[in-house]
């Protein structure tokens, strides 16, 4: 099986957050709680589904992560933007991602 995190956006301001160990949402992936095995992943649905329902995120999705050398890497493009943030200039102190993190 392949590790996985739980992520969304935050309601307040949109920004891409992630649940981690204490069940709370973090803005950094690498402090993400992974799910190893099918039982953990069904507990982050259901913690994603009560966030979603009171009202503290929205976009919920678990994601297929690996990780290497400690470092959480997620699979999919559109993630890994997410995690790192915007590909190019996008506004004051929002810095462009860093390629050899977004490179597939």
């Not at 559109?78 to 860093?98: F, K, L, N, S, V």
Request: no cysteine; charged share 20%; glycine share 6%.
């Amino acid at each position: 099986m392949v590790d996985k995190v739980l992520t969304a956006n935050r309601l307040t301001d949109g920004i891409a957050v992630w649940l981690n160990a204490n069940g709370e949402w973090v803005t950094s992936l690498q402090e993400a709680l992974v799910a190893r095995h099918a039982e953990a992943v069904a507990a982050l649905e259901a913690i994603g589904k009560k966030s979603y329902a009171d009202n503290q995120v929205v976009d919920v999705a678990v994601v297929e992560v690996q990780e290497t050398d400690g470092v959480l890497w997620p699979l999919r493009l559109r993630e890994r933007i997410r995690a790192q943030g915007p590909t190019m200039e996008y506004a004051p102190g929002y810095q462009p991602a860093d390629p050899a993190f977004i490179a597939v």
